[in-house]
């Protein structure tokens, strides 16, 4: 019999609706019937990518003894992380503070009224490496809650109390200058791994926005050293395991320093803003290898995370299944040496081994390598290497697939419009910009209410039932934004603006200048969560402020820049102490300085050569943050059109900052110059 999740549209919960457990989506029900039946609330919060989750899943939640368990003394509430961040930034905050470390799957018991009293992540079913069972912590929670209320309500309430104690340090209302900016490059190169590329030691995440920081740090001041950082840390992801060598796109993460054995699963968020900075990493430095992942990491989100109504697909799995039956992490992209030779015959397998790093030994589990591009004096025809490539690629596709995460999350999307409009204007790939356009059609037909409110998820082109968070609005506006620069359709700049005024009204303190994660007219939690610091993706704060400052350089609105300018505060508070945890903050805090430039670009037509050759000049400068508006001379299309004529009946290009404008100019080359200076 399916539980109550049968009827939701996140692909996590579904895997869920034929467990045992009587599961509730997170909702007021269930906690009224927590208080009806007076029981706990055991909180189980995942996603669908998640090892450990379908681990936790399989041992426990598909147990009958143990879902009889849970059913008998608990009301058992499932959440999707990812349609509901809100929920588990809040508990998640809770699980860091009580325990020192938190993760997924998150495992939190709640008192009737959402108050957090007991806490963890994954528990196995039977006792091991210091852990309880999960059986055993049941029924101690059980116990507690039977023998000892006051107690739990004593903790309950502490923990509620020191939540609301903790607000974040702001630092006020003043955006980030040289001295913060440049302190925070010193703490990145303290933190730098030189012999591997990349910042800290293992597990190793692609630091996507960190590089973005020093592409436009070093576009900005000249610095070689943040280049330099940026480049080998790209090539050597680019050339490591993380990186899927056969059919292009990132995995989740490195368990290693030396990006060589991933995470498996992929995720849309990280090859969005990967494929981003491959191109802008092209931009700035021409590398064949930087255009080659940009182009294979677009190639991949389209063939392989695009849904069927034009949106982008949440993630792949990490396991699949290895042709035994067995679900096992990354069998679907793992070699040995005998599958090489059966895919390939003897001598290519051999070169193929040596071009990939596939040993022997393996340099995963039972003997498999994760294929790589390590460094080598040897040449290799590049012919036979494509074959090679292409003949891998089919027999893998013959392989069980990892699942797919089918759900579409606004903020992510907004994430890869962007991308894929910058990385198909770059590299004169149409097909990358439709990809992008159709995906905000779908934002804007299925996301967006009258109000221009957006929903947060959606599956089969129905929207979900959860309100969009500050990250939605921030990267949805900032894809928009990209899309209206690459394509001249001023509509895109308008609805980022719609997006954009709901942050004004709805997310922003009047006061501090300080964002929130949900909107004031959103579901009360026991706390209002707010994170400014970039993680996986940039946080609702700082794709707020990059958006805003966009959208002020488009149209010269002055709330919107003195927003942007007043959320950087956080920026100039943490950027100099933690600067790899606010890398597009820092991004953003570059824009501000360096204007941002204000690019209009006017011609006879937009299918005009020489307009053409203008417009991806300015889309090719290297100026942080720089804006683009391209239309027919007098065009109504964008503000930055406005009295910008011809120059003597040719196309011409018109650059402006800080409230200063270039003399327009017909040249490319000089219009280059203006954007790289």
């Not at 699980?95 to 020192?100: E, K, L, S």
């Not at 990267?475 to 620069?485: H, I, K, R, T």
């Not at 903050?585 to 006017?602: C, F, H, K, N």
């Amino acid at each position: 019999m399916p539980n109550r999740l049968a009827h939701e549209t996140s692909p996590y919960l579904l895997q869920h609706a034929d467990n045992p457990v009587d599961w509730w989506p997170w909702s007021e029900e269930a906690f009224e019937e927590a208080r009806r039946s007076d029981r706990p609330v055991l909180l189980s919060v995942g996603y669908s990518s998640c090892h450990w989750c379908h681990v936790m899943a399989h041992e426990s939640f598909e147990d009958e003894a143990t879902a009889d368990f849970l059913n008998a003394h608990f009301v058992n509430v499932k959440v999707d992380r990812e349609e509901r961040p809100d929920v588990d930034a809040v508990y998640m905050e809770a699980v860091q503070a009580a325990t020192g470390q938190g993760g997924w799957p998150m495992t939190v018991f709640l008192t009737p009224e959402a108050e957090p009293f007991y806490f963890g992540t994954y528990f196995p079913p039977a006792p091991r490496h210091g852990m309880p069972s999960f059986r055993q912590v049941l029924e101690g929670v059980r116990s507690a809650w039977t023998d000892r209320r006051d107690e739990v309500a004593e903790v309950a309430g502490k923990i509620v109390r020191d939540l609301a104690g903790r607000e974040i340090s702001y630092g006020g209302t003043e955006a980030p200058g040289e001295q913060e900016l440049a302190q925070a490059l010193l703490g990145l190169t303290r933190e730098y791994d030189p012999q591997r590329g990349g910042f800290g030691g293992a597990p190793k995440f692609p630091p996507s926005m960190v590089i973005e920081f020093l592409l436009r740090h070093h576009a900005r001041t000249g610095a070689e050293g943040a280049l330099q950082m940026a480049q080998d840390t790209g090539e050597r992801m680019a050339r490591g395991g993380i990186y899927d060598q056969l059919g292009g796109g990132f995995a989740r993460y490195s368990v290693d320093r030396d990006w060589v054995v991933p995470h498996f699963e992929k995720m849309l968020y990280d090859n969005a803003l990967l494929c981003r900075v491959y191109a802008h990493l092209w931009r700035a430095t021409g590398s064949d290898l930087a255009r080659r992942v940009a182009l294979e990491t677009a190639d991949f989100m389209v063939r392989e995370l695009r849904t069927e109504q034009g949106g982008f697909a949440s993630a792949l799995d990490a396991d699949s299944d290895d042709g035994t039956g067995r679900h096992v992490e990354g069998a679907y992209y793992v070699w040995t040496p005998g599958q090489l030779r059966e895919a390939l015959g003897d001598d290519d397998a051999e070169l193929a081994a040596r071009y990939f790093g596939v040993t022997e030994e393996g340099t995963f589990e039972e003997g498999a390598s994760v294929l790589q591009l390590p460094q080598r004096e040897e040449v290799f025809e590049a012919g036979r290497i494509a074959s090679v490539r292409q003949r891998l690629l089919e027999r893998r596709a013959s392989r069980p697939a990892p699942g797919r995460d089918d759900k579409v999350v606004a903020a992510w999307n907004g994430l890869a419009i962007a991308a894929l409009a910058e990385t198909g204007a770059y590299f004169d790939r149409p097909d990358l910009v439709e990809a992008a356009v159709g995906a905000a059609d779908l934002l804007v037909r299925v996301h967006l209410d009258e109000q221009a409110r957006l929903t947060r998820t959606s599956k089969d082109g129905r929207a979900g039932a959860n309100a969009g968070v500050l990250e939605d609005y921030g990267d949805v506006a900032e894809g928009f934004l990209a899309l209206a620069s690459v394509t001249g359709e001023g509509v895109w700049l308008d609805f980022a603006g719609f997006l954009l005024d709901h942050v004004l009204a709805r997310f922003v303190d009047e006061e501090s200048g300080a964002l929130y994660d949900t909107a004031a007219d959103a579901e009360r939690l026991i706390r209002r969560p707010q994170d400014p610091t970039d993680n996986a993706v940039p946080s609702g704060w700082s794709a707020a402020a990059g958006a805003l400052l966009g959208y002020a350089a488009h149209t010269g609105s002055e709330p919107h820049r003195r927003a942007a300018e007043r959320a950087l505060g956080v920026v100039k508070a943490l950027g100099p102490r933690v600067p790899r945890f606010i890398g597009w903050g820092l991004a953003v805090a570059e824009a501000l300085l360096d204007g941002p430039r204000e690019v209009a670009v006017v011609g006879p037509s937009l299918s005009d050569e020489a307009t053409k050759t203008l417009h991806r000049t300015a889309l090719l400068g290297t100026a942080p943050g720089a804006v683009v508006a391209v239309g027919a001379a007098e065009s109504d299309e964008f503000p930055l059109l406005a009295d910008r004529p011809l120059q003597q009946g040719a196309p011409a290009a018109y650059v402006c900052r800080n409230f200063t404008c270039d003399a327009p100019t017909t040249d490319p080359e000089r219009l280059r110059e203006a954007l790289s200076s």
